[in-house]
């Protein structure tokens, strides 16, 4: 089993920065790309990064320039940088981790942008 703990959310005034950070931790063997996801109120799960091991990044449209994923391998880790945040950031921001064939997701942090 693998166990995946996010850290970092909170509230913040539109142009702010925040940065989320996620630890694995358990049975890891080979990890094929980690990322993060968010779920804004009625709207449903939508990739917002994602790298993988050799630290290719893949960026929603809506962030690109803004967000800035980051990875440790040797840690297990992976983080979110978050700039020029606007209110329609606002969200559950989940980590996932992908270790084939097992998607493993953590419980969620809130980000919420004011204007």
């Known amino acids: 089993q693998v166990r995946v703990v996010e850290s970092g959310g909170g509230l913040v005034q539109a142009g702010g920065s925040l940065r989320l950070y996620c630890v694995a931790s358990?049975?890891?063997?080979?990890?094929?790309?980690m990322g993060w996801y968010r779920r804004a109120p009625g709207k449903q799960r939508e990739l917002v990064a994602a790298?993988?091991?050799?630290?290719?990044?893949n960026y929603a449209d809506s962030v690109k320039g803004r967000f800035t994923i980051s990875r440790d391998n040797a840690k297990n880790t992976v983080s979110l940088q978050m700039n020029s945040l606007k209110p329609e950031d606002t969200a559950v921001y989940y980590c996932?981790?992908?270790?084939?064939?097992?998607?493993?997701w953590g419980q969620g942090t809130q980000v919420t942008v004011s204007s």
């Open positions: 358990g049975s890891i063997f080979s990890i094929a790309a």
């Open positions: 790298i993988t091991g050799g630290g290719t990044t």
């Open positions: 996932n981790v992908d270790q084939r064939p097992f998607t493993y």
